[in-house]
């Protein structure tokens, strides 16, 4: 597909004007119907027997396909997409080892409630369960990760199924959809155009929060002491980021959010205290557990946020807003329930408030805390690079709304603490399934998403980079405008950390005795490489890469003997977080 | 190493008096009391398609509820299925349980039965044949029948509450099982209450 993706811009330009929608002839050509009904635009992919026929019906279609190197990256770049833009990411691969590989992808998305509609080829029907070439159990296998998924069986009602699966994914709480297309549905013959999407009837998320509950609640908060915000992922999803900082402001209530929640407060607004958690700050740990109201507002109160349950806001009432019922009490009991969407809600508690509470003294010993626990690190001049630093020179040289992606390790770390985030959906990265190598791909979908001159800078570690480091091939092919920064400490930094605290320092399995050079990695594939070593080259380097227009890649070479800090042991208390390695 | 933040140590700070139980619930550590597990007679209408058992019984799996029984069978309407499912849990695993079954897609209504709904499992229990007039008077004390018969075995049906099956099982114990199965329950509400 080569030749359409690297189309010049002028063409796609051209191609904006309204043309004939693909005309139903297959279940190929009803998938593709299906899909622009739904306003899907881009799709990640990597063609495979199984799915040919869509691939030949998207052959006459507007919608964008960009070929990834491997299926996994296809799916996580779909993640991305829908992080970013906040519509469907949609990813396609092959029966067998196509589908396979979208697996990680898929847990992912489903684990950070993303809404990613994945669509595979499958055998024909007459072979499905004959063990043929290239068959597994798709839907089997991806049940435990979607929201719902499909196995196709008849081209008349194959379209409505997928804008079903694009509707689903997208509504309520969202989450991966997956269905699975076999090569007899695909390229039978069928004139049957799809309706428009629908969700299933028995799908109905609520959106609004019972009024008698909302009352209760609000008395809570008028009577709090010490009131605390915990904005999630979901205040993200909802779109309801401008509700939630106008709530906050409105009753001068401290905010902390989670991993997922960063950009819905502004991190240096005065009553923002950043994210909370296994790696979060001092003073967001110390507020959660001294608060004794928890307004926590679409987050699923995953264990890195809460370390142990026994101690989590020990003395919190909780007032827990989710638009999906079944994490109410999950983890965390919630003594005041709100089911609906997050903006929603937080409108009718403004609406039930009759008065802010009275929290001086809170916010003052809140304040006190940032004092207490700075997010600080010393950068000698006579050691090594320091990752803090390079994370903050890159975020100096970027605008507010620059998109950040990451992988998973030491490296996310460093860019969710120094990196100072001001809106939602500039925050990329897997957060529950905690995913290794997500940061290139998801660089691709978020730049495919991204408005025009947006810039995409992805912070990713040396483990991290290599684990799908091949679709730097995408990037340099497509022609996008990213920047990956390697902070490269030739260690599989996170797991060497918990070697040192843990397993009194065997290093086993967590270094890289030899690491390739991947600024010239970088040339080979066709994008731009730079080698950073000290402290004077961080800021020219940083300059170039991001004034190169197309894929670069700086491989910064950090102190290897470099720590994340604060630390909650794992199941330990909030408040209980180290501040160096004698602590743990 | 690094040499870590600035800050008071972590016994320098203040600490909160309250606690959690393991189900995330505000204590008293005076009156502390982890729930007790109970039993629940769930009964969920569900799309009658492809992959809606496989899905429910991989619900539980995943999330480790322990399930006692499964029954799974047609209804009235030929697009939906009834499946009874008992489990014992804590109070808040059930609600939790509840909540996860919902949410699946082609699930359609879950309830809770009240405890007086009409509970009943069928098992077949086959025994030594040596004694088939005992078996048989055995059989005709829990109003169950005899089903099959040869020389060396007497196969018998009884229906009714689970504890009835688990007395008769025991009774016909003495004539030495060969082989049993059970259904599971299956339940309804009583009278004009709707099950779902």
Redesign the interface.
Known sequence: MSERTTQPPETEADSDTETTPTTVSSGATSVVRALENTGIEVMFGVQGGAIMPVYDALWNSDIDHVMMAHEQGAAHAADAYNVVSGEPGVCLATSGPGATNLVTGIADANMDSDAVVALTGQVPQSMVGSDAFQETDT??IT??IT??NY?ANDADTVGDTVGEAVA?AGTGRPGPTLVDLPKDVTNAETDRDPGMAQT?E??MPQDEADHADVETAARAIEAADKPLLLFGGGVVKANAAETAREFATAYDIPVVTTMPGIGTMPEDHDLCLSWAGMHGT?YAN?AI??TDLLIAVGTR?DDRLTGG????A????VIHVDI???E??????A?YPLIGDAGRVLEQLDGALTTAPDADEWREQCLAWQE???????APDDEPLKPQFVVEALDEATSDEAIVTSGVGQHQMWASQYWTFREPRTWVSSHGLGTMGYGLPAAIGAKMAADDGEEVVCIDGDGSFLMTVQELSVAVREDLDITVAILNNEYIGMVRQWQ?AFFEGRHMAAGYSWIPEFDKLAEAFGARGWRVDDYDEVADAVEEALDYDGPSVVDFHI?P???V??MVPSGGAN?????????L | MSDGLDGPEPEERPDPDGRRNSQGIRIDPEVEAEPEDRRAVLSALVKHEPGVLANISGLFRRRQFNIESLTVGPTTDPDRARITLEIEESEPGIEQAKKQLQKLVPVIAVTELEPTAIRRELALIKVDGSAPDQVGAVAEMYDGKTVDVSQESVTVEITGSEQKINAAVETFGRFGIHEIVRTGTAALERGTRKTT
């Open positions: 839907t089997g049940a435990p929201k719902n196995f689903l299933p028995t799908y001092g110390m557990n001294h109160f349950i026994e101690s989590f020990p003395e919190a009432e999906d019922p079944a109410i009490s999950k983890n965390i009991h003594d207490e626990y700075p997010m600080d690190y010393a040192d102190d003997a470099e720590n800090y604060p408040d209980k977080f180290a501040l160096s390695e004698d602590q």
